[in-house]
Nanobody, 122 residues
């Protein structure tokens, strides 16, 4: 089973940047992968996804500020976060789907990392 390990979280002031990484034990380059976040008291929210063909989708809340990418040689998924806002605070988790194109929702077959915490102060 693929192991996913996130890193790169931390505390920054509003307007700052962070780069999150998700290292996979081995990489299913053909699978959809994505980043989610969960803030205290809120539902888990999909932030960015990249499909097996490289097509990308962002939530409206991060569009224009976050960039998802992957390096198959390093078996790593990235999330570059710029112009951070306090509402971006939360635990960020990466996931891989067992599907080439990104389905509309996660399933029990999704694999998840443990997450990395992001705190944005005003």
């Amino acid at each position: 089973q693929v192991q996913l390990v996130e890193s790169g979280g931390g505390s920054v002031q509003a307007g700052g940047s962070l780069r999150l990484s998700c290292a996979a034990e081995y990489f299913y380059n053909a699978y959809c992968m994505g980043w989610f976040r969960q803030a205290p008291g809120k539902e888990r929210e999909g932030v960015a996804h990249i499909a097996g063909d490289g097509s990308i989708a962002y939530s409206d809340s991060v569009k224009g500020r976050f960039t998802i990418s992957k390096d198959k040689d390093k078996s790593t998924l990235y999330l570059q976060m710029d112009s951070l806002k306090p509402e971006d605070t939360g635990k960020y988790l990466c996931t891989t789907y067992r599907a080439y194109y990104c389905p509309p929702s996660t399933t029990s077959e999704n694999l998840w990392g443990q997450g990395t915490q992001v705190i944005v102060s005003s």
